[in-house]
């Protein structure tokens, strides 16, 4: 059975920093191919983080990281904050290899957009890489389309931006 829980004490902010460090060595592994480094997707995209940093950032009510478990065992993760007075973005959408096709991405990205609906945000966006195809086809199949870049990148990784957003609809 799969449950999605926003991430609340210290445990579930170890659990989810051992989520982003896979995300990370597969993000790095995946981006050589295409021209970027391991060590730039890491220093740009996954900066290493401690259950008690990602406790600092995502336990208030605006900013929220959810770990979705199977059983007992911790299956991903997905995490929001907000981006201006309007817009929140989502952010380290992973699954573990070992829980794909499981539904546990659509359970995660369903929880987080009815959570962000609860809030005043008005749009959710997303900013991604190409070669995350199964994410990119989650985020399209809850109606996230491509927008225009909403922030700058370094030039080495700008070749793999993807930057998606749709509207918040609220419950």
């Not at 929220?64 to 997905?78: E, K, N, T, Y």
């Not at 991604?128 to 996230?144: H, L, P, Q």
């Not at 491509?146 to 993807?162: I, L």
Request: proline share 6%; glycine share 8%.
């Amino acid at each position: 059975m799969i449950s999605v829980s926003p991430a609340r004490g210290a445990e579930d902010f170890n659990v989810l920093a051992g989520l982003y460090r896979k995300l990370a060595e597969w993000d790095a592994e995946a981006a050589l191919p295409h021209g970027v480094s391991a060590e730039d997707v890491k220093t740009i995209f996954h900066p290493e983080t401690s259950g008690e940093e990602l406790a600092a950032k995502f336990n208030t009510p605006e900013a929220v990281a959810f770990v979705a478990r199977l059983g007992s065992l911790p299956a991903g993760c997905l995490a929001f904050d907000p981006f201006d007075d309007n817009a929140t973005e989502l952010h380290k959408f992973f699954v573990d290899a070992s829980f794909r096709g499981r539904g546990i991405g659509r359970a995660l990205m369903g929880t987080a957009l009815a959570e962000i609906a609860k809030g005043r945000s008005r749009t959710a966006l997303i900013h991604t890489t190409f070669y995350m195809k199964s994410a990119i086809a989650v985020y399209e199949a809850f109606g996230f389309r491509p927008c225009p870049p909403f922030r700058e990148t370094p030039e080495q990784v700008r070749h793999t931006d993807v930057f998606m957003s749709r509207a918040v609809q609220r419950a």
